[in-house]
C-alpha cells in the first residue's frame, strides 16, 4: 500500500466535514489496493450515501473519513490517536462500525485507546487482468432478473439496504443488482458497490431459500455483469467466516490480502 503523507498534530485531528462538491479532493488519499476501496469512491462519487470529514495542512487533506450507512467507514491518509478519538465521536448513533484503516505499526493500540476492538478481515478478487466470470445456471423453479426500479423499491434485504439506502433513483443509477425470484417474490439478491474501478459484492438470501446454493448464483451474475465491462471484483469477509471464504473461492476469486479493522458499536 502506498506510503502516507507526513503526520500533522498527533494531540489535535481537526477532522471537519467535507461538502459534497469537495469530496473529490480525498481521492488521493485512497490508495489502488486501499480495503473496501470501492466503498469509499462509491461515497466520493455519490454512488451510495454517506458523508466524509478531513483533517486539512496548508489548505491540503492529509487524513479523511468516510463513513457509508452500512457498518463500513473508512479511515485514510496519516493518522494519529487524536483521528481515531475523534473518529469515535463522530460516529456516535452509526451502530455497528467496521472502520477500514491502513495499515501502521500504531494504529491497532491508537483504535483501542479510542474505544474500538480490533479485528481482521480477507479480501478476495480475480487472480489477473482480463478474467471473465462465466454466467451462472438458474436452478429450476427460479427466475434470474436484473433489479430494477419496481424490485428495489419492494425489495426486502438488510444488506442492500444498509448500503444503498431506499433512493431508487440512486440506486438505478449507480449500481447494479440481480435477483432469484420465485412465484412472484425474491429469494436471492445481490448487488455491487461500484467505484474505483471494483464491483464489490454482497448477497442477501431469504430465509425460506438458504442452504440451496441461491448466493453463488445471484453472485455470479453479478460477478459475471462487473467482468464484461471491465470492473474487477472483490469479496470481503471476517476471516473467521468459512461460508463466504469458500463461495468467494467457488465464484474464482483468491485471497489477495488480510487488513486490520477497528470494530465498535457506536
Not at 1 to 7: C, G, I, K, L, R
Not at 21 to 34: G, Q
Not at 143 to 165: C, H, K, N, Q, Y
Amino acid at each position: 500500500m502506498s506510503t502516507a503523507p507526513p503526520a500533522p498534530d498527533m494531540d489535535r485531528a481537526q477532522l471537519v466535514e467535507v461538502a459534497a462538491a469537495d469530496l473529490p479532493r480525498l481521492v488521493p488519499l485512497f490508495a489502488p489496493d486501499h480495503p473496501n476501496l470501492a466503498f469509499a469512491r462509491a461515497v466520493i462519487d455519490g454512488a451510495i450515501p454517506g458523508r466524509a470529514w478531513a483533517q486539512f495542512h496548508n489548505g491540503a487533506p492529509v487524513a479523511c473519513l468516510v463513513a457509508t450507512t452500512a457498518p463500513f467507514c473508512l479511515a485514510a491518509g496519516a493518522l494519529t490517536p487524536a483521528f481515531f478519538a475523534e473518529a469515535k465521536r463522530l460516529l456516535a448513533g452509526h451502530g455497528e462500525v467496521q472502520l477500514v484503516h491502513p495499515p501502521g505499526p500504531d494504529n491497532g493500540a491508537w483504535a483501542e485507546r479510542a474505544g474500538f476492538t480490533t479485528g481482521q478481515r480477507l479480501h478476495f478478487t480475480h487472480p489477473r487482468d482480463g478474467y471473465i466470470a462465466p454466467p451462472p445456471a438458474v436452478p429450476d423453479g427460479y427466475e434470474l432478473v436484473r433489479i430494477d426500479a419496481d424490485t428495489f423499491s419492494g425489495l426486502e434485504s438488510p444488506m442492500a439496504r444498509s448500503i444503498f439506502g431506499t433512493d431508487t433513483a440512486q440506486y438505478i443509477a449507480h449500481a447494479v443488482g440481480f435477483a432469484l425470484v420465485q412465484d412472484g417474490r425474491v429469494a436471492a439478491d445481490a448487488h455491487g458497490v461500484l467505484g474505483g474501478g471494483l464491483n464489490e459484492l454482497g448477497t442477501h438470501i431469504h430465509p425460506d431459500h438458504r442452504r440451496k446454493g441461491l448466493a453463488f448464483v445471484v453472485l455470479g451474475a453479478v460477478n459475471h455483469w462487473g467482468c464484461e465491462r471491465g470492473l474487477r471484483s472483490v469479496i470481503t469477509c471476517h476471516e473467521d467466516k468459512t461460508p463466504s471464504i469458500s463461495l468467494a473461492r467457488k465464484l474464482g476469486l483468491t485471497e489477495e490480502f488480510s487488513y486490520s479493522i477497528a470494530k465498535a458499536t457506536c
